[in-house]
């Protein structure tokens, strides 16, 4: 597997890759890759010659008062893990590397980077856009894979994509969950045994939705209460949002539909946790 550094280097190598027939698939993460990320990797890798895993922990989407400096960083086992899951190349760039010094292009996409997480957090979204542009252009992919999990960023860059006519399909994947039923997620490693067990009770909220949804509830009122009811009745976890809405505008919908998103996010002491789910 390749280590790339810089941008010229990605590049000259998914242009070699594509000059032997290869479809380059980009999996772009922030490291601390868990078996989310894996299953991201294999999936680029049944479909993708060549495969890219882009390691950055990207200062654009963090707040000034968020996680960024004790986000974990663990480039050995990261490297390790895309290797063995299939990845041809890993890319991880320096910040100035994607960031050159006096940078002034930013990439928003209006109106969805103001919902869900959006609104939770002011210009998060404007930094996912921007970095994940760079990623696209610099890879020259042809699929990037993303997980379900992040269902508002993945509805912010198909927007950016088709908007800007970017030649790549977005690829996303279900949800990985442990098997109490947590969604997988880096920041899990923040919470201690007690907030990991407290942790549990955003996957039961998204449970019981579609539990009702299953027996033909469909309003959103009523859903977004059985939700509530759930998060409200755990000691230590406090509702950030809880919405049902239309996954392509993150728009708010009065009933539940085939493709419908229902999704919510909460915190486990200081740890921000979201999970979703797709009415079927």
């Known amino acids: ?11 000259q190598w998914s242009r070699n890759a594509r000059s032997k027939g290869c479809v380059v698939g980009l999996v772009p993460t922030m490291g601390a890759l868990h078996a989310g990320h894996a299953s991201l990797i294999r999936a680029a ?13 990207n200062p654009t989407q963090f707040g000034p008062n968020e996680d960024f400096a004790r986000y974990p960083r663990t480039f050995e086992a990261d490297s390790a893990l895309a290797e063995a899951e299939g990845a041809t190349a890993f890319f991880a760039p320096s910040v100035e590397e994607l960031y050159p010094d006096g940078a002034k292009t930013f990439i928003e996409v209006a109106g969805l980077s103001q919902r869900l997480d959006g609104n939770s957090r002011p210009g998060h979204f404007r930094g996912v856009a921007t ?21 508002a960023q993945v509805a912010v860059l198909r927007r950016m994509v088709a908007d800007m006519r970017l030649p790549v399909e977005i690829v996303v994947c279900p949800i990985v969950r442990e098997l109490d039923g947590l969604a997988l997620s880096s920041r899990n490693i923040f919470l201690s045994p007690a907030q990991r067990t407290q942790a549990l009770v955003l996957s039961r909220a ?10 033909g509830e469909r309003s959103s ?19 950030d949002y809880i919405e049902l809405v239309n996954w392509a505008t993150l728009e708010p919908v009065e009933a539940a539909a ?4 229902f999704a919510l996010a909460a915190y486990v002491g200081a740890t921000r946790l979201i999970d979703n789910t797709v009415i079927d």
């Open 45 to 57: 890798s049944e479909s993708c010659g060549a495969v890219v895993v882009s390691i950055f922990v």
């Open 258 to 261: 085939p493709g419908s998103l």
């Open 206 to 215: 998204i449970r019981q939705v579609e539990v009702l949804v299953a027996a």
């Open 131 to 151: 970095v994940v542009a760079k990623l696209l252009i610099a890879a020259e992919a042809d699929r990037a894979f993303f997980g379900q999990k992040d269902a």
């Open 221 to 239: 009122r009523t859903l977004i209460d059985a939700a509530r009811k759930i998060i409200a009745a755990e000691t230590g976890v406090r509702e």
């Open 1 to 11: 597997m390749e280590i790339l550094r810089s941008v010229a280097e990605i590049r």
